[in-house]
Structures are given as C-alpha cells and as structure tokens.
C-alpha cells in the first residue's frame, strides 16, 4: 500500500500539479483520507525523503523537494522504467536486441 502512496504522489510532483515547496498532507490527514494506517504513509514518506522526492522539516511538515530537477528526475526514472519494460516485453517475444531497436527507431520515425 504505501507503493501506491508514494506512486500517487509522485504522478502529482510528475504532472506539475505539486511543485518545488508544495506541502504535503499530514502523515494523519493522508492516513484518515486513504483509510490506511498511520505507520503506512510514514513508510511511503520515508522512502520519498530517501529518494529526495519531499522534505520532511521538523515541525512543519513534509514539502515536494526544492530541487529544481525532481520534476525532471522523475520523468526520467518513469521513462527509464517504461523502456526497460519494453525491452523485456521484447525479450519475451524472442526479439533480439536490434530487432527491439529496429521497432523503437521505426516508433520514432513514425511519431
């Protein structure tokens, strides 16, 4: 559960919907209105801190990071992911590597 936490929140840091600074709802209040318990979105927030996604301040509260590429960092690990999944899609197929390649040039052509 607390994947799809942090999952949820990151699509709103990708989007734009949450910039640099923006607070994030209280460990309760995320608790209280996703139904899961308090120890879950802690973890979800951990772990976002750990990959610098948010800023947890003492007192204050946790905030999207100030970092001026986290928007870009996770687009980029998005993309990373989405590729990786093709490759293996590819692989799974009996695909060679150059014929994965073949199909993502002629992709690009094309769009």
Do not use: C
Not at 54 to 69: E, H
Not at 78 to 83: G, R, S
């Amino acid at each position: 559960m607390y994947l799809q936490i942090m999952e949820q929140i990151k699509q709103k840091v990708r989007a734009g919907d949450w910039p640099a600074g923006h607070p994030l709802p209280s460990i309760r209040e995320l608790s209280v209105s996703t139904q899961v318990s308090v120890i879950t979105v802690k973890r979800a927030y951990t772990e976002l801190e750990l990959e610098g996604v948010i800023v947890t301040q003492a007192g204050r509260g946790s905030f999207v990071a100030d970092v001026v590429d986290v928007q870009k960092s996770l687009l980029e690990a998005e993309l990373a992911k989405q590729i990786t999944g093709v490759i293996n899609t590819g692989h799974a197929l009996g695909l060679s590597d150059n014929q994965i390649l073949a199909l993502i040039k002629k992709a690009l052509i094309g769009s």
